[in-house]
């Protein structure tokens, strides 16, 4: 059937008009849609950027300026990266796109890509994030805002278990103290091992020695002496080190400087003071090292030192777990987290292997707290100091006011010895008296004479029996 002219012009003029509204329907969206672009700051508005960028270690400890910069979602960001620093240092987007590792003094551009999120470029020479080497990347509009403020994902850290019986295999450290010899000049090679230790019971961190121990050897000689130290840095090691002995009087910036993987040093210096000195790397953030393992004693003794039956070096230390086989947690040890307080670097070794001596002998123990934090009460369950001598200078000797001492009390960086004698064949128990650490690793024993085998609480066969 044939339609009408005018229906069919009707039917036109609507079919028209409906094109028309779509047609400016479509336009408002699109314009919707600019708009939406522009003011979220879309990728395709945003401008590429180049951010000059200093990585910086020093006294102040580690740093990245600037510490945060802001950006618009999508800017392509190229950084301009210098080491300013005294060590080797890299710049990593999320720890895994970015420079080489840096030589100080040097510089590398890399181009990071496109930013559409909040993140963070660090540097991934370890421990140096958490010491404050990282650089904020906020993205404007971004509520994400990136990494935590502390530099580092939160970890827990490998577990100690305090009940735990020693390790199949398990050699206790020997506290024997060096004897001391006639030389004028110590001539020591001191080489820096990055391994893996055992520090508890099935426990092991990626630690940082000198030597392959922790703490390092202990070092002895008198007033007057000679110490050259060669302090090597093999070329497979991650990170730079240094060596600051406290029993010396030298320029910090010579000695003591950093030295990076393949380098070495000679550290020179006459001991002028008597005492037991904490030596330890001053590599920033010096904190780290020196919780990773990197500290030892140098006993300097004192003039018409008295001969003794046994002599033996207890250096007091903290523990911070990182995860299993690796480094220490250096977040931790800002927090003062500790984990363990141990006597020469193993969570309760001297009570798996008691230290013997014999009924009546006179025995001299050299203290030192190298912390790096905690302090010390150190103390002898059973028995009572005659002789105490703390930093540099006798507190208390036999005469006749009969005096006696409890604990040698130190913080970290400080040291001395007491003597004792222990009266009756049995066990002494070694501690610091502040006993919430006790149960967490500084816990370790004397043996007089004689006791009952007590294999069946984890113990070993004594040390010196």
């Known amino acids: 059937m044939e339609q009408s002219p005018q229906r069919s012009g009707g039917a036109l003029a609507t079919g028209i008009a409906v094109t028309a509204v779509l047609a400016v329907l479509a336009l408002a969206l699109a314009l919707v849609g600019l708009v939406a672009d522009d003011e979220g700051g879309g990728a395709a508005s945003a401008a590429p950027q180049t951010v000059e960028v200093s990585l910086i270690d020093g006294e102040g400890g580690l740093s990245v300026e600037p510490a945060s910069i802001e950006v618009p979602p999508g800017t392509q960001l190229t950084v301009v990266v210098t080491n300013d620093g005294t060590m080797p240092h890299d710049l990593k987007l999320d720890g895994t796109v970015g420079t080489a590792m840096l030589d100080p003094g040097a510089s590398e551009t890399v181009d990071l890509g496109s930013i559409e999120a909040s993140t963070s470029a660090w540097c991934t020479v370890p421990g140096h994030r958490d010491g404050g080497m990282e650089m904020q990347i906020v993205v404007t509009g971004d509520g994400g805002g990136g990494s935590d403020a502390g530099g580092g994902d939160v970890a827990t850290g490998a577990q100690i ?106 550290y020179r210096f006459e001991a002028t003071a008597a005492g037991i000195f904490m030596y330890h790397c001053g590599t920033a953030p010096v904190l780290h090292h020196i919780g990773n393992g990197m500290f030892g004693g140098v006993i300097i003794d004192p003039p018409a030192l008295p001969a003794v039956d046994r002599e033996y070096v207890l250096v007091q230390s903290e523990i911070y777990t990182g995860e299993q086989g690796e480094v220490a947690d250096l977040g931790k040890m800002i927090e003062d987290d500790w984990d363990a307080v141990v006597f020469n670097g193993y969570a309760n070794q001297y009570k798996f292997a008691p230290i013997r001596v014999e009924v009546g002998e006179r025995v001299r123990v050299w203290v030192l707290d190298t912390g790096p934090s905690e302090n010390s009460s150190f103390h002898i369950v059973g028995t009572i100091f005659d002789t105490v001598f703390k930093e540099g200078a006798y507190r208390l000797q036999p005469g006749p006011t009969l005096g006696g001492a409890q604990a040698l009390d130190l913080q970290p960086a400080q040291g001395g010895f007491v003597e004792f004698t222990l009266d009756e064949a049995g066990l002494y128990p070694i501690v610091t008296h502040k006993f919430s650490n006790v149960g967490k690793g500084a816990l370790g024993l004397f043996q007089a004479g004689e006791v009952p085998d007590r294999e069946a609480d984890g113990r070993v066969t004594p040390i010196g029996g």
Not at 175 to 192: G, N
């Open 161 to 266: 278990d305090f009940a735990a019986e020693a390790s199949e295999g398990f050699e206790p450290r020997d506290p024997t103290a060096p004897v001391a010899d006639d030389v004028a000049v110590h001539e020591i090679t001191l080489t820096i091992e990055e391994l893996e230790l055992e520090v508890a019971p099935g426990v092991t961190q990626k630690s940082w020695t000198f030597g392959g121990t922790v703490p390092g050897p202990t070092l002895r000689g008198k007033v007057g002496d000679v110490f050259d130290i060669t302090l090597v840095n093999p070329a497979e090691s991650e990170v730079s080190h240094s060596i600051d002995f406290h029993a010396s009087k030298v320029a910090w910036d010579d000695e003591m400087r950093s030295i990076a993987p393949g380098e070495q040093l000679v």
